[in-house]
């Protein structure tokens, strides 16, 4: 079966600080991977968007970016954080045709000071 | 441009009773419904989906409608649980693999 795994679970930085979310997923080869943040309050908004190792699409303009190393890794980033980049960060993947449900990680609650 | 909209972002209803969650949406090339639950600091969970040639999925306690002339689906949830109790996302494809997501209903479901 597929698992889908992120971390840290919870992460707290100061403002103008880099940073480093690693997502991973098993069981499954050329998945689709997605970075999605749901901000207090608000739903959830997706970042960036991937279909291959090396292919990223973004998707609204901000203050971080993606990347795909390897065909199970997604990692997104950051080089100094702003305190708007506080949220809930939540990465998923899928089987990469449409009509296709994601199937979403247990989040990164990110809180920038 | 909100795209799928959930205009009530709170629900409340009683255990035993129906949980109806409403979403809204814009875009016409729409032809892919889905429902997601998500517990507090936990990754969404697929529910139910619904395709565009379709009017109501029913799986279990849960059922979704389509009204396509209306733009609008709904989740039907019967009878509701306290385990029930979660925000619910309705999301929305155009014949690709990128999802459109709403803001959210917050459904409490009290003994």
């Known amino acids: 079966s597929q698992t889908i795994h992120q971390w840290p679970a919870t992460l707290v930085q100061p403002v103008g600080s880099p940073l480093s979310l690693e997502c991973t997923v098993e069981g499954t080869s050329n998945p689709n991977l997605y970075w999605y943040r749901q901000a207090a309050g608000r739903g959830l908004q997706l970042l960036f968007y991937s279909v291959g190792i090396g292919q990223i699409s973004s998707e609204v303009p901000q203050n971080l970016s993606a990347s795909r190393p390897q065909d199970r890794q997604f990692i997104l980033s950051s080089k100094k954080l702003l305190l708007s980049d506080s949220g809930f960060y939540l990465c998923a993947w899928s089987a990469g045709r449409a009509y296709n449900e994601q199937f979403f990680g247990p989040g990164t609650r990110l809180t920038v000071l | 441009d909100q795209q799928v909209k959930q205009n009530s972002p709170s629900l409340s209803v009683q255990e035993g009773r129906i949980s109806i969650l409403n979403c809204d949406y814009t875009?016409?090339?729409?032809?892919?419904f889905l429902w997601y639950k998500k517990y507090p600091a936990e990754g969404p969970t697929f529910l139910i989906s619904i395709s565009s040639i379709k009017d109501k999925n029913e799986d279990g306690r849960f059922t979704v409608f389509l009204n396509k002339s209306a733009k609008h689906l709904s989740l039907h949830i019967v009878p509701s649980q306290p385990g029930d109790s979660a925000v619910y996302f309705c999301?929305?494809?155009?014949?690709?693999?990128?999802?459109?997501f709403g803001t959210g209903t917050r459904l409490q479901v009290f003994p």
């Open positions: 999301a929305a494809s155009a014949n690709t693999d990128k999802l459109i």
């Open positions: 875009n016409s090339m729409f032809d892919y």
